[in-house]
Every structure is written in C-alpha cells, then in structure tokens.
C-alpha cells in the first residue's frame, strides 16, 4: 500500500493514477498530521511526501517519518513535478 502526502488539490486523483500505475492500493492524506495518524494504523510500503509540505513543518514531518516503519520515503517538490515525473521519481526510489 502507498501512501501519498500533499496539500495540493488534485492529491486524491494523483493517488488513484499511482495506484493504477503501480497495481498497488494507495491512501492520501492532505496533512502531515492526518498521515501520521493512517502511519500508526496501517502498514505502507511507500510513503510520497510533498517536499514543500516537510519543509513548512518540520516537526510534524519528524513524527510522520518515526512512524513510517519499512516504507520507502519517497520526497517530491508538487508545485514543480508534473505527474509524469512523480511516477519516474517513484519508479526510481523503489527500484532502489
């Protein structure tokens, strides 16, 4: 399961084009806060965070990434990546 993290509007449609691409079930979360909740109830296997959004709260990104477990953190800029690049930046990360 994926886990998508971002402000940004179309987050919920970006989750569902994720999913389909990589054949996984994929959660969004608008906060960070709201993320670290579904980190301490479900298991991931990739955590996507909006660069910005870490940057802007720092100690909300440190709670998120305690509870992450074995996923793979995966940090993309939003407000610069279209979603094609998001989809080779994940596909890179977890090829890793």
Same mark, same amino acid.
């Given at each position: 399961?994926?886990?998508?993290?971002?402000?940004?509007?179309?987050?919920?449609?970006?989750?569902?084009?994720?999913?389909?691409?990589?054949? #996984?079930?994929?959660? @969004?979360?608008?906060? /960070?806060? !709201?993320?670290?909740?579904?980190?301490?109830?479900?298991?991931?296997?990739? &955590?996507?965070?909006?660069?910005?959004?870490?940057?802007? #709260?720092?100690?909300? @990104?440190?709670?998120? /990434?305690? !509870?992450?477990?074995?996923?793979?953190?995966?940090?993309?800029?939003?407000? &610069?990546?279209?979603?094609?690049?998001?989809?080779?930046?994940?596909?890179?990360?977890?090829?890793?």
């Amino acid at each position: 399961m994926i886990l998508l993290v971002s402000p940004h509007a179309n987050v919920r449609e970006c989750a569902a084009l994720i999913g389909h691409t990589f054949g #996984e079930a994929t959660d @969004a979360s608008d906060s /960070l806060d !709201h993320a670290t909740g579904r980190l301490r109830e479900q298991e991931y296997s990739t &955590v996507v965070f909006d660069q910005t959004l870490v940057d802007s #709260e720092p100690e909300s @990104a440190d709670s998120a /990434l305690q !509870h992450i477990g074995t996923a793979i953190p995966i940090f993309i800029n939003f407000g &610069v990546s279209n979603l094609a690049r998001v989809l080779k930046e994940m596909k890179t990360a977890i090829q890793r």
